[in-house]
C-alpha cells in the first residue's frame, strides 16, 4: 500500500505540489493523469526517493518517508519495495538483455546467478522477449527496450511498479505493446501507479484516475466516473483538451 499526505514540494520559489494526498491499495493500477507542468512526475520521483520534498510524508508498505534528505540505506530498502519504469528505458547498453534484467538481484540484492537466472529468463519470456536474451539494447526497438525495463522492474520481486510515461516516447504500434504488457500485469493484480498523457490507457487499465492540476489533486475517482462525469471545471477542460490532442 502507498499512501501519499499533504504533499508539499517546491523548486525555488515555486511550489511544485501543493498538499498533494492520495493513496494505493494492494493490488490497485492507479493512473495519474493531468496538463504538463501540474507535477505528476514529481510526485511519483518523491514516491521512489528520486526527489526530496518539503513538507508531508509517504508511506510506502512498512516504510515512511520523511520531508528532507533519506539515508542510502533506506532508499535501497524502498527501491527493492517499489520498482520504477521510466519514459527514456535507462538500460546498461555494455549488458544484454538478460544481463539487464539480473542487475537488480545480483547487485542490489545480492542474489546468485543460478537462483535469479530462471525468473530472469521467465519474466522475458512474460514479456514477448525469450529469444532476446543476448541481444544488446541497440539493436531493440523502443517497445522492445520498454518491455525489457518493466522485466528489470519485476526482477527484484517490487510490492509496486511506478510507471513514468512509459509509451509515450513509443509510436502507436509499440506503444501498444507495453500498454498490453501493462494490462496482464494488471490482471495478475501487480499494485501499478501510471503517470501517462495516454487517456486510452488510464480508461482501460487503471481502476482509479488521479488528475493533477497546477500542483493539486483535483479530482479522483473511478476511470468511468473523472472521464465520463467530471466534478469539476479544470477536469472538464482538461478532457476537452485532451481528446483534441
Not at 496538463?35 to 510506502?60: H, M, Q, W, Y
Not at 538478460?98 to 522475458?124: C, F, K, Y
Not at 506503444?175 to 501493462?182: F, G, K, R, T, W
Amino acid at each position: 500500500m502507498i499512501v501519499v499526505e499533504n504533499l508539499v514540494k517546491n523548486h525555488g520559489p515555486q511550489q511544485v505540489l501543493r498538499g498533494v494526498s492520495l493513496r494505493v491499495e494492494p493490488g490497485e493500477v492507479a493512473a495519474i493523469v493531468g496538463p504538463s507542468g501540474g507535477g505528476k512526475s514529481t510526485l511519483l520521483r518523491c514516491i521512489n526517493g528520486l526527489e526530496t520534498f518539503d513538507a508531508g510524508k509517504i508511506t510506502v508498505g512498512d516504510l515512511l518517508i520523511s520531508p528532507g534528505k533519506t539515508p542510502s540505506g533506506f532508499l535501497q530498502r524502498l527501491r527493492q519495495q517499489v520498482g520504477m519504469v521510466f519514459q527514456a528505458f535507462h538500460l546498461f547498453p555494455h549488458m544484454s538483455v538478460l544481463d539487464n534484467v539480473l542487475a537488480g538481484p545480483l547487485h542490489a540484492q545480492g542474489r546468485s546467478r543460478s537462483e535469479a537466472e530462471p525468473q530472469a529468463l521467465a519474466l522475458l519470456q512474460r514479456v514477448g522477449l525469450g529469444h532476446k536474451i543476448r541481444a544488446w539494447p541497440e539493436s531493440l526497438s523502443g517497445g522492445e527496450q520498454q518491455r525489457v525495463a518493466i522485466a528489470r522492474a519485476l526482477a527484484v520481486q517490487p510490492k509496486a511498479i511506478l510507471f513514468d510515461e512509459p509509451t509515450s516516447a513509443l509510436d502507436p504500434t509499440m506503444a501498444a505493446e507495453v500498454m498490453a504488457v501493462m494490462a496482464d500485469l494488471a490482471r495478475d493484480g501487480l499494485t501499478m501507479v501510471v503517470v501517462t498523457h495516454s487517456m486510452h490507457l488510464a480508461r482501460t487499465a487503471a481502476s482509479t484516475v488521479h488528475v493533477m492540476h497546477e500542483g493539486r489533486l483535483a479530482e479522483s475517482g473511478p476511470p468511468g466516473e473523472v472521464f465520463d462525469a467530471p466534478k469539476t471545471e479544470a477536469v472538464r477542460l482538461f478532457l476537452k483538451n485532451a481528446k483534441n490532442t
